[in-house]
C-alpha cells in the first residue's frame, strides 16, 4: 500500500484530505501542522507521497518543501493552496513540488495529480475504476 503524508494548519481540512486518499487506497502514515513537524514525520517515517499545504505555522509549505528535497531530492510533493497566482504555482515547483493542485480539493484533481507524480504502475497503485 502507498504511503502519505498530508500537511496543513486547519484539522478539518486534513481529515478530508485522509478520507480521499484512503478512499484511493493510500495509508496515512502522518500528519503534521508545521513545517518543524513535517521535517520530522518525513524523516521518520518516509512517506511515498506528501500533500502539502503552502500555508502552514511557522515557515510556510514552500520552505519545507525545500528542506524536504534537500533531505530526499526524489521525495513525490504535491502542493496546494487556496491562492492560485501563476507566480505561487512557479514557486511550489520551484521549490520541488511535483504537482500543485487548487482547493477546494476535488476527488477526480487528486487522481489526476497522483498519476502524473507516481505514475499508475508505481508500486501496484492503479488508478480507481
Known sequence: M?????VGVAAFTRLTMRNMFESLGFEVIAEADSVE???KNYRLYRPKLVLMDISMTGMDGLSA???????????NIIMCSAIVYRETVIQAIRSGAKDFIAKPLQKER????IQKVL???EEGWMMPK
Open 37 to 39: 513537524e513535517a521535517l
Open 65 to 75: 518543501s525545500r528542506k524536504i528535497i534537500e533531505f530526499d531530492r526524489d521525495a
Open 2 to 6: 502507498n504511503s502519505i503524508m498530508i
Open 110 to 113: 487528486i487522481e489526476l495529480s
Open 119 to 121: 505514475g499508475e504502475k
